[in-house]
T-cell receptor, first 114, second 114 residues
């Protein structure tokens, strides 16, 4: 499969805690993206990390990438109720011509409890 | 606001009917992707158009078809509808035709087949 697989499927934490979710993929990539989806809404791009990068930050988000393990993690620090959403990773694969759309797994459903 | 517009937002119809979903990409984006999201299947890539031409097909049923017009808007036609076609249909656009770039998603069209 060319899609990323997010883990855990669901995560519930208290507001203010950090949330970590993981993504695994199977083939070589050019980059990997993370998206957020609020319930019933469109996906929103959060961050893109290139295959030659190991870590990237954007506000309260920290993404790591380990190409040797074919895995990535998304850390959300100091979580807020508004972070409640589903999070998807999307590996940008380097093979296959590139015409296919990004493929998505089933996501991690994050619930931030007040 | 992603700049991608989808209409209608909600649609309720009966089995056997045909519907057309419309997508206007972000200004200047040449690529349009269609996705279907249902509870059991997750987010499935359907089809990709680039500058009016079909570039890639994913899990699109033969009852479904799409096209991209010279003004770059796209339509997804769903015919002989079945109960299982009830889902959220997303359109996403991108300035490039490759699979590794950021996608900008619309808010989706929620189709209910009764």
């Amino acid at each position: 499969s060319q899609q990323g697989e997010e883990d855990p499927q669901a995560l519930s934490i208290q507001e203010g805690e950090n949330a970590t979710m993981n993504c695994s993929y199977k083939t070589s990539i050019n980059n990997l993206q993370w998206y957020r989806q609020n319930s019933g809404r469109g996906l929103v791009h959060l961050i893109l990390i290139r295959s030659n990068e190991r870590e990237k930050h954007s506000g309260r988000l920290r993404v790591t990438l380990d190409t040797s393990k074919k895995s990535s993690s998304l850390l959300i620090t100091a979580s807020r109720a508004a972070d409640t959403a589903s999070y998807f990773c999307a590996p940008g694969h380097s093979s296959g011509g590139g015409a296919d759309g990004l493929t998505f797994g089933k996501g991690t459903h994050l619930i931030i409890q007040p | 606001d992603s700049g991608v517009t989808q209409t209608p937002k909600h649609l309720i119809t009966a089995t056997g009917q045909r519907v057309t979903l419309r997508c206007s990409p972000r200004s200047g984006d040449l690529s349009v992707y269609w996705y279907q999201q249902s509870l059991d299947q997750g987010l499935q890539f359907l089809i990709h158009y680039y500058n009016g031409e079909e570039r890639a097909k994913g899990n699109i049923l033969e009852r479904f078809s799409a096209q991209q017009f010279p003004d770059l808007h796209s339509e997804l036609n769903l015919s002989s509808l079945e109960l299982g076609d009830s889902a959220l249909y997303f359109c996403a656009s991108s300035p490039t035709g490759g699979r590794t770039g950021e996608l900008f998603f619309g808010e989706g069209s929620r189709l209910t087949v009764l």
